[in-house]
Nanobody, 122 residues
Framework: QVQLVESGGGLAQIGGSLTLSCTAS????????MAWFRQAPGKERELVAR???????SYVDSVKGRFTISRDNTNNMALLKMTNLKSEDTGVYYC????????????????WGQGTQVTVSS
């Protein structure tokens, strides 16, 4: 069982920055694809960004140019650097991981974190 723990959430100002981290308890982190999802109350869960084991990245259109996903295989971490934050970025952000990039993309990854709240002020 791989455990994922998110951190770095909190309150940010519009136009501000915040960096989320996801730490995985596994010895095979290097073969996992990782992603960040977010969900606001009453809204559907949304794939925000993903990164494959080969460092291929992709973003939802609404965050392109503002968010950057990266991975640190030495420290078993996936990071989401968020800049120029908007009110619409508010939500609970979840880290997920799977050996299958396809399952990560479709939201059926085997491993999920507990989530971290991100609130962007009006």
């Amino acid at each position: 069982q791989v455990q994922l723990v998110e951190s770095g959430g909190g309150l940010a100002q519009i136009g501000g920055s915040l960096t989320l981290s996801c730490t995985a308890s596994t010895t095979y982190f290097n073969i996992l694809s990782m992603a960040w999802f977010r969900q606001a109350p009453g809204k559907e869960r949304e794939l925000v960004a993903r990164i494959s084991k080969s460092d291929v990245v992709s973003y939802v259109d609404s965050v392109k140019g503002r968010f950057t996903i990266s991975r640190d295989n030495t420290n078993n971490m996936a990071l989401l650097k968020m800049t120029n934050l908007k009110s619409e970025d508010t939500g609970v952000y979840y880290c997920c991981a799977d050996v299958s990039l396809a399952r990560v993309i479709e939201g059926t990854a085997k491993y999920w974190g507990q989530g971290t709240q991100v609130t962007v002020s009006s």
